[in-house]
């Protein structure tokens, strides 16, 4: 049997909160780790023979629930994130690029975005996408406003095209922390993805772990309806 080739991995990376909590931390230290397994995991996937795309969910529509502290915090942390990790872009030769509906964040996290897609623009071993004030609903929502606007028909084909995601199909999804939900990921994407559940918090996942559920993944029976 030819093994699955894994060529776009989307990870909801969860349970940043109940790290720092298991800790007597706070909960904004979790978030803080959580950047750092970010590199290393983004690292391990630019050296991957096959992966092409990596895209994580670092901040849902949903998230604006939470206190207005820890908010404040994650803005901050992705600013910092986005500035800080462009030397790293660069090394390694990743391209960034953010989904969702961005409209919603200060002007300097916005250019702060800009430019570090504007940066690793021609960047090519890997393209990390952060998934930021995404929501799956809301932005197949936007897709079929923007083919609207176009005055296209409706059709798989305009509504996939007109979506964030410039790769349309998820081989493999993973969730950290245990939670056996999408949480309004990648919804339309996802409709044929692999899925992966591991008790691990995101603080403590690593590139070892990873590596393991891609193996067990390779070896699945992606049947798409057929026989
Ligand atoms: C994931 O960790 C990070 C974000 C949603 C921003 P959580 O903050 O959801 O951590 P838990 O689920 O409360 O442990
Ligand atoms: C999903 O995690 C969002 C991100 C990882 C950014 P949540 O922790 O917000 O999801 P629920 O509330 O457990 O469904
Ligand atoms: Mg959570």
């Known amino acids: 049997m030819n093994k699955n080739r894994l060529e776009h ?21 979790g978030h803080e780790k959580g ?19 990596l895209t994580l969910y670092a901040f849902s529509t949903e998230n ?13 942390l992705l600013e910092r994130y986005v500035r ?4 790293t872009y660069q090394r390694e030769n990743i391209r960034f690029m953010a989904i969702g509906d961005i409209s919603k964040f200060s002007d300097s996290l916005r250019k702060s975005i800009a430019d ?8 090519t071993k890997l393209t990390q996408i952060l998934a930021l004030n995404y929501g799956g609903r809301n932005e ?18 305009s509504i996939g095209e007109a979506l964030d995601t410039p790769y349309e199909n998820i081989d493999l999804l993973i969730r950290t922390s245990g939670e056996q939900r999408l949480s309004n990921y990648l919804l339309w994407q996802s409709s044929y993805s692999e899925l992966a559940f591991t008790q691990t918090l995101w603080p403590d996942f690593s590139a070892m772990e990873l590596d393991t559920i891609i193996h067990d993944f390779e070896l699945r029976d992606r049947r798409y309806g057929g026989i």
């Not at 950047?35 to 795309?53: G, K, P, S, V």
């Not at 604006?64 to 901050?76: D, N």
């Not at 800080?84 to 030397?87: A, H, N, S, T």
């Open 116 to 123: 570090t897609e504007e940066k690793t623009r021609t960047n």
């Open 9 to 29: 991995l989307a990870i909801i990376m969860d349970g940043n909160g109940r790290w720092a909590k298991q800790r007597s931390l706070k909960r904004t230290s």
């Open 84 to 87: 800080g990790e462009l030397p």
């Open 64 to 76: 604006w629930k939470r206190p207005k502290y820890e908010v404040a915090f994650l803005m901050k």
């Open 140 to 157: 197949v929502v936007r897709a079929v406003q923007k083919v609207i606007d176009a005055h296209q028909e409706i059709s798989e084909e």
């Open 35 to 53: 950047a750092e397994t970010i590199r290393d995991i983004t690292i391990y996937c630019a050296n991957h023979q096959t992966i092409q795309t």
